[in-house]
């Protein structure tokens, strides 16, 4: 049955060359037909954005905005940011306990600390109470310093080693442990962890 329903190829177009702009298979005349103008408006539209892009991002022609001078900003800036947090570790060395515990209070303040553990170091759903002889992490100088350097990020406690230099940190610890223990705030967290001697 579907031999007989097959119609035969007329003689004509059988004769159809197999030419580059006139290809023919199975009964399937392929031409070379011009490609759309907005295709063509594409592919040249991309290629001036590619040459547009390698000039601007690439560095050429020295605009400084290749990867070596990227890298060297941000080497430069860091070396900045070290140099003033160093010059501020050493004009602290000559700060009274005072003036010691009132940068510690505003670092307090500045770094968001009051966030998780209260404005008076009270605690809150989210960070313990700062204030009781009850410490997750120890209450040592020591402990402090590193819990506030690397943080617990497993519990939501930023690392600030990275946002603080060394002497910032240890007047942070000393304030907490100095004017917010044992303060005894209103509306403390409950204990939690365990008590330092």
């Known amino acids: ?3 007989r329903n097959k119609k035969p190829r007329s003689a004509e177009k059988e004769q159809i060359p197999d030419t580059p702009s006139s290809h023919r298979y199975d ?3 392929e031409l070379t037909n011009p490609s759309p103008k907005w295709i063509i408006i594409v592919f040249y539209v991309t290629i001036g954005f590619s040459l547009l892009y390698a000039i601007h991002y690439f560095g050429y022609p020295g605009n400084k905005r290749d990867q070596y001078s990227e ?3 941000k080497v430069a800036a860091f070396e900045e940011k070290k140099s003033d947090m160093q ?4 004009g602290a060395a000559e700060m009274s306990e005072a003036e010691i515990l009132a940068a510690g209070g505003t670092l307090y303040t500045e770094k968001g600390c009051l966030a998780c553990h209260g404005l008076n170091g009270e605690g809150n ?3 313990p109470n700062l204030t009781d002889q009850f410490w997750l992490n120890g209450c040592s ?3 402090v310093i590193k819990i506030i350097s690397e943080g617990k990020p497993e519990k939501g406690m930023t690392p ?3 946002m603080m230099s060394e002497q910032q940190i240890k007047h942070l ?3 907490i442990l100095t004017s917010m223990r044992g303060s005894n705030p209103a509306n403390a967290r409950a204990a939690q962890g365990g008590e330092c001697e």
């Open 160 to 162: 600030y080693k990275s």
């Open 125 to 127: 759903a989210i960070g």
């Open 141 to 143: 100088m020591e402990e």
């Open 173 to 175: 610890a000393q304030y």
């Open 27 to 29: 009964d399937i005349e």
């Open 1 to 3: 049955m579907a031999e």
């Open 71 to 73: 890298y060297e900003r």
């Open 87 to 90: 010059s501020s570790a050493s």
